[in-house]
């Protein structure tokens, strides 16, 4: 056992059911008994971080429009589904203070990361603000800031674990600031997915968390070779395979 707690995370909270990254969706995740919620951030031309996915409104507002060119207020009016708004990370992290959120900083250009901490420093949310990103040049900013809160880790440090050899991993990686390697089952032919790897990237001391499962038997399945954690998107499905792993 790693001895990191298992988690389910709501994946932009519960869109089998809600509209993605609104607060009903992350409210609805909350009560279906999600331990944390996995969301993105974008910035508005005028400063405004925002919960969003895309670096554009045309898939889930039908605006195709580009977040980082428009201001709040006009963002603010347009429809994300239901007739929900899109949130503002200052509000979500305000609506829900006990929740622990995995946040994705998705806009490289311009960069975020000083805004995404001095907000998260101001609301005293570093504990419960995990920075991640698919993108190594926001990883590399997040660690030369010096955020003290937990951090993610890079692509090209995952592609650089999976082919070194465990015993030299465990010397190799910097194992500080409570890291997460959070992946897919698999990454075209590579397995992620097998009791070795898990094992692996626990003994970096890092968590293990795999997205996005939406099977509770392959979210067992995982939990059973000792992942850490599972970012769903039906989280009314999902939970009750992880709550029986944790009864068992």
């Not at 429809?79 to 490289?108: C, I, S």
Request: aromatic fraction near 6%; charge should be neutral; glycine fraction near 8%.
């Amino acid at each position: 056992m790693s001895g990191h707690p298992v988690l389910l995370y709501g994946h932009r909270g519960a869109p089998a059911e809600c509209p993605e990254n609104t607060v009903a969706s992350f409210e609805r995740a909350l009560a279906l008994g999600v331990d944390a919620i996995e969301t993105d951030i974008h910035m508005t031309s005028d400063g405004h971080l925002i919960v969003h996915h895309d670096a554009t409104g045309a898939r889930t507002c039908g605006v195709d429009a580009a977040v980082r060119t428009l201001p709040l207020a006009e963002i603010q009016t347009w429809d994300a589904g239901g007739g929900h708004q899109v949130p503002t990370f200052q509000e979500v992290l305000e609506r829900f203070p006990d929740t622990f959120f995995n946040v994705d900083l998705k806009q490289p250009d311009p960069p975020i990361v000083s805004h995404a901490m001095a907000l998260i420093a101001r609301m005293g949310a570093t504990h419960r603000v995990r920075l991640a990103s698919v993108q190594d040049v926001t990883i590399r900013r997040i660690r030369r800031a010096g955020y003290a809160g937990p951090v993610g880790i890079a692509k090209h440090e995952i592609l650089r674990w999976f082919f070194t050899p465990a015993a030299v991993a465990t010397r190799a990686f910097w194992r500080g600031k409570q890291r997460a390697l959070q992946i897919p089952t698999h990454a075209g032919p590579l397995r992620l997915d097998t009791g070795s790897r898990i094992e692996k990237g626990n003994r970096c001391g890092w968590r293990v968390d795999f997205w996005t499962i939406n099977d509770p038997d392959e979210a067992t399945r995982l939990l059973k070779l000792g992942a850490d954690g599972i970012m769903t998107d039906d989280p009314a499905l999902v939970a009750p395979a992880v709550r029986a792993f944790r009864g068992h």
